[in-house]
Each structure stands twice: as structure tokens, then as C-alpha cells.
Nanobody
Framework: QVELLESGGGSVQSGGSLTLSCVAS????????MGWFRQAPGKEREGVAV???????SYADSVKGRFTISRDNAKNTLVLQMNTLSPEDTAMYYC??????????????????????????WGQGTQVTVSS
């Protein structure tokens, strides 16, 4: 079981930047993927960016070239650097982990749309609001 705590959300104008952080309570032995997900009002939760145990990232098409995900396995932290934000990025952002993801499967979560997979550790989320 893992508990995750997100922080770093806020309000910015279009074109601005924010950095989100996520700290995991469990020190795993490896072999898992972590990622960021978001949910806007009235929409299903979707994958934003994920990274596997080796640091290989995968991104949703909507954020490629603007967002960067990174992780520090020793500190069990996950960071999402978000640049060139637009109002369409407004949502509650969550981090989650799949502790049992087989090698090579983590990228699937970048296309996550609310169902499937084995994600756990959903926290309270952190709100990101981008104004035009």
C-alpha cells in the first residue's frame, strides 16, 4: 500500500508555469511506475505523464513538449514541471502509482481515461487553475 501527497498547485495566467510535487510514504523495492493524472469538472480522470522505475517518461499528447515528469527513487518523490499552461490544463491534479506494473507497461497510463490498470495511492489532489 502506498500513500501519496501532492502539492504545488495554484492559479496562473495562460502561458505561465507551475511545478507539482508528490511524496510517497512507501519505500518500494522498485519495479513500479508513478504518474500524474488530472480531472476537470464534468470530465473523466485522464493520464498526464508517467515515469517508470528507470526514469523513462511517457506523456499524454496534450502535454507533450510542455510538461516534464521526473522522479527521485531514493526520496520517493515525483515532480511535474508544467510550462506554457493554458486554460485547458485547469483541473485537479493527482499522483498515483502502480506498484506491480510489469516492465514496459507504464507508458499505457499516459493514455489513461478513468478505468483499468492498477493505480493506487490517490491523494487529495492539488488544484491547478489557468486563466486566459
Amino acid at each position: 500500500q502506498v500513500e501519496l501527497l501532492e502539492s504545488g498547485g495554484g492559479s496562473v495566467q495562460s502561458g505561465g508555469s507551475l511545478t507539482l510535487s508528490c511524496v510517497a510514504s512507501l519505500r518500494t523495492r522498485g519495479g513500479y511506475c508513478m504518474g500524474w493524472f488530472r480531472q476537470a469538472p464534468g470530465k473523466e480522470r485522464e493520464g498526464v505523464a508517467v515515469v517508470d522505475i528507470n526514469g523513462t517518461p511517457s506523456y499524454a499528447d496534450s502535454v507533450k513538449g510542455r510538461f516534464t515528469i521526473s522522479r527521485d527513487n531514493a526520496k520517493n518523490t515525483l515532480v511535474l514541471q508544467m510550462n506554457t499552461l493554458s486554460p485547458e490544463d485547469t483541473a485537479m491534479y493527482y499522483c498515483a502509482a502502480d506498484l506491480s506494473a510489469p516492465p514496459g507497461t507504464c507508458a499505457w497510463y499516459s493514455g489513461y481515461h478513468g478505468t483499468g490498470g492498477n493505480l493506487e495511492g490517490w491523494g487529495q489532489g492539488t488544484q491547478v487553475t489557468v486563466s486566459s
